[in-house]
């Protein structure tokens, strides 16, 4: 298992710091009214979120790397894999970059919060009150 790295918060959204439990009110991103709706505080560790006012406006550089990962991919698999036109490759990363935006947006925040808090064995364990 993975529990317990950087990796582990990242893609399941966990709680950065106990990994106990997720920090989004819905898990499923595809939620649209709830994909960027975090919980105040991890009720399991107390950890609050939102470390600073708008804390989360830095995840935008992020989600610009991740979204760029991703149309590269869209863009290996359409032109290079499946030899495609450039044209097709072009409407495949565009069809990409809004079918994933979703998921892009969540990974960018977990990779933000990921960079800034670690995880702490001794929370993850005792139950705090
Ligand atoms: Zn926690």
Known sequence: MLKGTKI??????????????????????????????????????????RIEPSFFYGSM????????????????????MLNSSLMTAFIAIVVTLIACGPIIMRLSRNIW??????YDKSLAKKQVS
Do not use: R, W
């Not at 582990?8 to 960027?36: H, R, W």
């Not at 790397?65 to 032109?79: D, E, H, L, P």
């Not at 919060?113 to 670690?118: D, P, R």
């Open 8 to 49: 582990y918060s990242i893609f399941t959204g966990a709680c950065p710091k106990c990994q106990q439990e997720s920090m989004y009110e819905t898990k499923n991103p595809y939620v649209l009214g709830d994909v960027l709706k975090i919980n105040e505080h991890c009720s399991h560790c107390k950890f609050k979120y």
């Open 61 to 80: 550089y992020v989600s610009y790397g991740v979204g760029i990962a991703f149309a590269v991919a869209a863009f290996v698999i359409s032109y290079l």
């Open 113 to 118: 919060i990921n960079m800034f808090v670690s």
